[in-house]
């Protein structure tokens, strides 16, 4: 688990409330919030910040839905997987995983064994309220997001729950919510 050492001076003088020792990396059902609670996090511990997907579409030059459309869930995966290990080398880093990555194997291992993992769960409702707001998400095309996130917590939540730390994301403000992660990071 990461470890907050006492505040360091950083470049150009900032104090930052924690350092962290290794990767912080978020996961959850689409809509939790990992990517705006991530950025705020990462500010708050004066670490990077990055987000898989972004990453993934930036390593594919394609959009996340149109790797799905072209190559499947199994290709995706695969390169999911291989730009989260990228991205855990290195200087620690706060970042953002798509929803199912912590559902492959592979990926959850190596998580687990040189990240700290944190879990923000929510409940259905408030994910079907987040993600109905945007349509880039390719296993909603067409379909009701409670059924959807429903079936999918179903399998995702036992293995989210494998997390090295459990944060509740509700609807207040994700200051509360990353208020909450690094009092748990601290304890």
Not at 78 to 101: F, M, N, S, Y
Request: glycine share 8%; charged share 30%; proline share 5%.
């Amino acid at each position: 688990m990461a470890e907050l050492h006492p505040p360091k001076k950083r470049k150009h003088g900032v104090q930052n409330a924690f350092v962290i020792d290794r990767p912080v990396v978020l996961v959850g059902m689409m809509g939790v919030g990992k990517t705006s609670i991530g950025k705020r996090l990462a500010a708050r511990l004066g670490t990077p910040f990055v987000d898989a997907d972004e990453e993934i579409e930036k390593a594919a030059g394609l959009s996340i839905t149109e790797i799905f459309a072209k190559f499947g869930e199994e290709y995706f995966r695969d390169g999911e997987r291989r730009v989260i290990a990228r991205l855990i080398e290195g200087e620690p880093k706060v970042i953002a995983t798509g929803g199912g990555a912590f559902v492959n194997d592979d990926t959850r291992a190596l998580i687990l064994e040189r990240a700290t993992s944190i879990w923000l769960n929510a409940d259905v409702q408030v994910l079907a309220d987040r993600v109905s707001r945007r349509s880039h998400r390719p296993l909603l095309k067409g379909k009701d997001p409670v059924t959807v996130l429903t079936e999918l917590g179903k399998v995702r939540n036992p293995l989210y729950a494998t997390a090295n730390l459990h944060i509740r994301s509700d609807t207040s403000p994700h200051v509360r919510t990353v208020e909450n992660i690094l009092k748990a990071l601290a304890a």
